[in-house]
């Protein structure tokens, strides 16, 4: 299967069943006219343009602080009372996060992929014009880092759950198998699963 290009008459499933770099997407999304493009992460502009695609509508995404202008929050001093207007992800802000949590929670340990769901969460509440705290931050990044708290895959982090499930599923299967049999899949016309790529080896 020959890999798809990007054009505004392609479907929702045949985008899809592509992989495409940031670059890619970005350039795409500039000639859709979708505002903010080249400020929107891989996984905004991918909803942007699937919405866009779905509708034939644009949908505005605010990626980030309105002004530029305003100070950023760390500048203030981080405190747990502090709202959260303009947050950065920057060292002292996850010094903050990681102390703060020791403190709210004696079970509290770092886990994998907490940070990157808690600024999922933070953009969601301030989408919604809720005002959060840094206590807010903390207490959800501690619930986030708990054993048992469930984490649902995130959909486009395609090639991490790729070589997982490769590695887990494939007979004496090496690292290097798993990234050769990746790249081979992003150059089919599927989707993005060790699933699929099983399919087409068939």
Request: net charge positive.
């Amino acid at each position: 299967m020959r890999r798809a290009t990007l054009t505004a008459a392609m479907t929702t499933a045949e985008f899809d069943n592509g992989y495409w770099y940031a670059v890619e997407l970005k350039r795409f999304a500039h000639t859709l006219g979708i505002p903010s493009a080249s400020r929107l992460r891989k996984d905004q502009l991918e909803r942007a343009i699937r919405h866009f695609l779905r509708t034939r509508r644009l949908v505005r995404h605010d990626p980030g602080p309105a002004s530029p202008a305003d100070r950023r929050d760390t500048e203030l001093g981080l405190r747990l009372d502090r709202r959260v207007v303009r947050y950065t992800n920057d060292s002292a802000t996850k010094t903050f996060l990681e102390r703060e949590a020791v403190k709210m929670s004696a079970a509290y340990r770092r886990r994998s992929g907490a940070r990157y769901r808690l600024n999922r969460w933070r953009e969601a509440q301030l989408a919604k014009g809720r005002r959060i705290t840094y206590r807010d931050l903390v207490r959800e990044y501690v619930r986030l880092s708990a054993p048992s708290a469930r984490h649902a895959r995130v959909p486009h982090v395609r090639y991490v759950y790729f070589l997982a499930d490769f590695l887990r599923r494939e007979p004496n299967a090496t690292r290097a198998a798993a990234i050769g049999a990746w790249h081979a899949l992003k150059q089919m016309n599927c989707p993005k699963t060790y699933e699929a790529w099983r399919a087409a080896r068939a």
